[in-house]
């Protein structure tokens, strides 16, 4: 199971820290991603990190300002977002994949992703 936290109302330029903490399945076995949906939009990628923590991915519109990483004792993967803007208001999905291999090509795709959390809301007014 994956349980999302951390969002909350921003104005922009500010920034949050969201959390995703995984229970019930062993973790390094488990690269995990953050996505996010807007109203009438697809949900999309914003970042990953591989299981061994080695590895991150980030989408252009986050790269410079979203910073994942990971916590393996506790098995927590978190996304610092700084500078936000109104662009990013959306729910933020924590995902996970289990592979042996970190693929740039399929952490970016929702249908790649095996496990899902429920959302957290992250809204930034102007």
């Known amino acids: 199971q994956l349980q999302a936290s951390g969002g909350g109302s921003v104005q922009a330029g500010g920034s949050l820290r969201l959390s995703c903490a995984a229970s019930?399945?062993?973790?390094?076995?488990?690269?995990r991603a953050w996505f996010r949906q807007s109203p009438g939009k697809e949900r999309e990628f914003v970042a990953a990190?591989?299981?061994?923590?080695?590895?991150?991915l980030y989408a252009d519109t986050v790269k410079g300002r979203f910073t994942i990483s990971g916590d393996d004792v506790s098995d927590t993967v978190y996304l610092q977002m700084s500078s936000l803007s109104v662009e990013d208001t959306a729910v933020y999905y924590c995902?996970?994949?289990?592979?042996?291999?970190?693929?740039?090509?399929?952490?970016?795709?929702?249908?790649?992703?095996?496990?899902w959390g429920q959302g957290t809301l992250v809204t930034v007014s102007s």
């Open positions: 995902g996970a994949r289990r592979s042996a291999w970190f693929d740039p090509r399929t952490m970016v795709r929702v249908r790649y992703i095996n496990d």
């Open positions: 990190i591989s299981r061994r923590g080695n590895s991150t």
């Open positions: 019930g399945r062993t973790p390094y076995l488990y690269h």
